[in-house]
């Protein structure tokens, strides 16, 4: 099978696959793993758990003085799933690559296939690389499912690593930072909570148990604890949104005006900045839902508040990758280090030990949008920017 031998091509190849969240990526990780497989590869895989997604990483071992080591130096992480097209109006096929100009149009191109197909493009000269001797710490690829649903995919293969004693210095994860380099994010936490009251006809209130009425009290509590961070005095200002966050996001419940009604659920998130934890802010939002309950237990003990975390993404922090930073600051146009509010694998990369920065072709305002492109430029530009940290590798033999 003959595969795509430049960036453009590669990227064309990865957007025909329709990789959004709800569907299987296997398609494109079984053709990348029979690419890895020619050039003298063995991709691993791990799957989730009906077997329908899978994340694929590869190793291209250093060889030096008679021995394969495949622990150590870099990976390049990007993942394969993109949000739906659903209702967006777009003035080409998504799913089929369409270069206008300057600018290469189609789902996933900027986020984030683009910098996998950079990546792939390289593949076979760090293959050579290795055979020549000349790589002196290996590089891996790292290819997930699942990111943009709450980075399921990450886990797995980083638990797959552990358990085969691999441990790479440093990743790059490439989502679309117009090349710069971001070295911390926020974490995100997703919850629901179902308050379960009881209905009665809106004439005998007292009777009932009004789930949207105590919900209310709940968001209102979490208002008052978002003021709170906003005025705490350990902000970090290289956030544009300085402070953690907490935001409702959606409610429903009741079925007429007449009913006193028996169940409202609402969800919200928590974005968190790197040296804040979860349970600074869950913590208290259990307690104030503990001093509800008595009271709605008195009146039908069947009665209750549920509080669930449907999604648990871990900021990126930047303590422990300030070497990485200064080797990436000579390889990028602006030395400016950026912190941003949106999160990325990054966090659980940095969670398993591995020093990480965030660094990626295209412009993240542009991703889950309809017209989602990413320039050429910007594709060249991530080209010589792995070459370098190929250079990197093969200096350090």
Same mark, same amino acid.
């Given at each position: 099978m003959?595969?795509?031998s430049?960036?453009?091509?590669?990227?064309?190849?990865?957007?025909?696959?329709?990789?959004?969240?709800?569907?299987?990526? +296997?398609?494109?990780? $079984?053709? /990348?793993a029979?690419?890895?497989?020619? #050039?003298g %590869?063995?991709?691993?895989?791990?799957? !989730?758990?009906?077997?329908?997604?899978a994340?694929?990483?590869?190793?291209?071992?250093?060889?030096?003085?008679?021995?394969?080591?495949?622990?150590?130096?870099?990976?390049?992480?990007?993942?394969?799933?993109?949000?739906?097209?659903?209702?967006?109006?777009?003035?080409?096929?998504?799913?089929?690559?369409?270069?206008?100009?300057?600018?290469?149009?189609?789902?996933?191109?900027?986020?984030?296939?683009?910098?996998?197909?950079?990546?792939l493009?390289?593949?076979?000269?760090?293959?050579?690389?290795?055979?020549?001797?000349?790589?002196?710490?290996?590089?891996?690829?790292? +290819?997930?499912?699942? $990111?943009? /649903?709450?980075?399921?995919?990450?886990p #797995?293969? %980083?638990?797959?690593?552990?358990?085969? !004693?691999?441990?790479?210095?440093?990743?790059?994860?490439?989502?679309?930072?117009?090349?710069?380099?971001?070295?911390?994010?926020?974490?995100?936490?997703?919850?629901?909570?179902?308050?379960?009251?009881?209905?009665v006809h809106?004439?005998?209130?007292?009777q009932?148990?009004?789930?949207?009425?105590?919900?209310?009290?709940?968001i209102?509590f979490?208002?008052?604890?978002?003021?709170?961070?906003?005025?705490?005095?350990?902000?970090?200002?290289?956030?544009?949104?300085?402070?953690?966050?907490?935001?409702?996001g959606?409610?429903?419940?009741g079925?007429?005006?007449?009913i006193?009604p028996?169940?409202?659920?609402?969800?919200?998130?928590?974005?968190? #900045?790197p040296?804040?934890?979860?349970?600074?802010?869950?913590?208290?939002?259990?307690?104030?839902?503990?001093?509800?309950?008595?009271?709605?237990?008195?009146?039908d003990?069947?009665?209750?508040?549920?509080?669930?975390?449907?999604e648990?993404?871990?900021?990126m922090t930047?303590?422990?990758?300030?070497?990485?930073?200064?080797?990436?600051?000579?390889?990028?146009?602006?030395?400016?280090?950026h912190?941003?509010?949106?999160?990325?694998?990054?966090?659980?990369?940095?969670?398993?030990?591995i020093p990480?920065?965030?660094?990626?072709?295209?412009?993240?305002?542009?991703?889950?949008?309809?017209?989602?492109?990413?320039?050429?430029?910007?594709?060249?530009k991530?080209?010589?920017?792995?070459?370098?940290?190929l250079?990197q590798?093969?200096?350090?033999?």
């Amino acid at each position: 099978m003959g595969y795509p031998s430049n960036a453009v091509d590669w990227l064309t190849k990865l957007i025909g696959f329709n990789t959004v969240s709800r569907y299987s990526n +296997l398609q494109l990780i $079984e053709y /990348v793993a029979g690419y890895c497989e020619q #050039l003298g %590869l063995s991709p691993r895989l791990t799957f !989730n758990a009906d077997n329908t997604k899978a994340n694929l990483f590869v190793t291209v071992p250093a060889m030096g003085k008679g021995d394969t080591v495949t622990t150590g130096g870099f990976v390049f992480s990007g993942h394969t799933d993109v949000v739906p097209v659903d209702g967006q109006a777009w003035d080409t096929d998504p799913f089929v690559a369409t270069i206008i100009e300057d600018k290469l149009y189609g789902r996933g191109a900027c986020d984030m296939k683009g910098f996998i197909a950079c990546a792939l493009t390289l593949l076979p000269t760090v293959v050579q690389a290795s055979r020549d001797k000349m790589l002196g710490k290996p590089i891996h690829l790292a +290819l997930s499912y699942d $990111e943009e /649903v709450g980075c399921l995919g990450a886990p #797995l293969l %980083l638990a797959d690593l552990k358990a085969q !004693n691999i441990k790479p210095d440093y990743c790059i994860v490439g989502e679309p930072t117009m090349m710069r380099m971001v070295t911390a994010h926020k974490g995100i936490q997703v919850y629901r909570c179902r308050v379960h009251g009881k209905s009665v006809h809106s004439s005998l209130t007292p009777q009932g148990v009004n789930a949207i009425s105590y919900a209310s009290k709940i968001i209102n509590f979490i208002d008052e604890l978002a003021e709170q961070l906003q005025q705490r005095n350990d902000q970090d200002m290289a956030f544009d949104v300085p402070f953690s966050t907490l935001s409702v996001g959606t409610i429903t419940g009741g079925t007429a005006t007449n009913i006193v009604p028996n169940l409202c659920e609402f969800t919200f998130d928590y974005r968190n #900045l790197p040296h804040m934890n979860e349970s600074q802010v869950i913590e208290p939002i259990r307690a104030f839902i503990k001093t509800l309950e008595p009271k709605m237990h008195a009146i039908d003990s069947d009665t209750g508040i549920e509080l669930t975390r449907n999604e648990n993404v871990p900021a990126m922090t930047d303590k422990d990758s300030q070497a990485l930073q200064q080797l990436i600051e000579n390889l990028v146009d602006e030395q400016q280090r950026h912190k941003v509010a949106y999160a990325t694998e990054g966090g659980q990369f940095t969670n398993a030990g591995i020093p990480t920065v965030i660094c990626g072709p295209g412009d993240i305002g542009n991703a889950h949008k309809a017209n989602e492109f990413v320039s050429l430029n910007q594709l060249a530009k991530c080209e010589s920017f792995l070459q370098q940290i190929l250079q990197q590798c093969c200096d350090s033999h």
